[in-house]
């Protein structure tokens, strides 16, 4: 069965200081792997598709990584603008995302 | 501006109730899905859309019936809604399978 996991579920951090985020996944036949962004009430923001094991998205201070089983999400110096939920999702048959649960990040100043 | 559209942004509404939801994109995209996330916000797929055919119909009740009158809209009919529908639905859409785009959600609260 395709599954997403994410960890931590949740991660509080202080300004400038630096760390990573999990997405763990297993499916049959990977598509590819989707990073978004959500804030409270609103929408899931697009950040990163990684497509094979080894390749490497970087956006200002945010890094994404995939190897064969994971994905990371580097998060390099954060300011409190970077709190949101961290929503991680892989591409099924048909098109489908699967979703994790997300990581809450708080970032403080 | 160039986005997926949703409206109501919020529904509160009685139990046994039929409610519609609208989406609309101004994308170009030929692909249209609807997603639920729940009160974890874990978001699940329901429906998706391509060129107006159905190509992804999760387990969803019967009482959830997508329909899309072309290929900028999918809007979502419920029910005799439930307290469990209560939730954020999400409409989004994409360029046959890439990346898809989420609109703003629609938070539906069932009494």
């Known amino acids: 069965e395709d599954q997403v996991t994410q960890s931590p579920e949740a991660l509080r951090l202080q300004e400038g200081e630096s760390s990573s985020l999990n997405c763990s996944y297993t499916v049959s036949g990977l598509r590819g792997l989707f990073w978004y962004r959500q804030d409270p009430g609103k929408g899931p923001e697009f950040l990163f598709t990684l497509y094979s094991a080894g390749e490497e998205k970087e956006k200002e201070r945010l890094k994404a990584t995939l190897t064969k089983k994971e994905s990371f999400l580097h998060i390099t110096a954060p300011k409190p603008e970077d709190s949101a939920t961290y929503l991680c999702?892989?591409?099924?048959?048909?098109?489908?995302?699967?979703f994790g649960q997300g990581t809450e990040l708080s970032v403080k100043p | 501006d160039t986005a997926v559209s949703q409206t109501p942004k919020y529904l509160v509404t009685q139990m046994g109730n039929d409610k519609s939801i609208k989406c609309e994109q101004n994308?170009?995209?030929?692909?249209m899905y609807w997603y639920k996330q729940d009160s974890k916000k874990f978001l699940k797929i329901m429906f998706s859309y391509n060129n107006k055919e159905l190509i992804i119909n999760e387990t969803v009740p019967n009482r959830f019936s997508p329909k899309s009158p072309d290929k900028a809209h999918l809007n979502l009919h419920i029910n005799s809604l439930e307290l469990g529908d209560s939730a954020v639905y999400f409409c989004a859409s994409s360029a046959g399978l890439a990346v898809p785009f989420f609109g703003p959600g629609t938070r539906l609260t069932v009494l």
């Open positions: 999702a892989v591409q099924a048959e048909g098109g489908k995302l699967i």
């Open positions: 994308l170009g995209h030929d692909t």
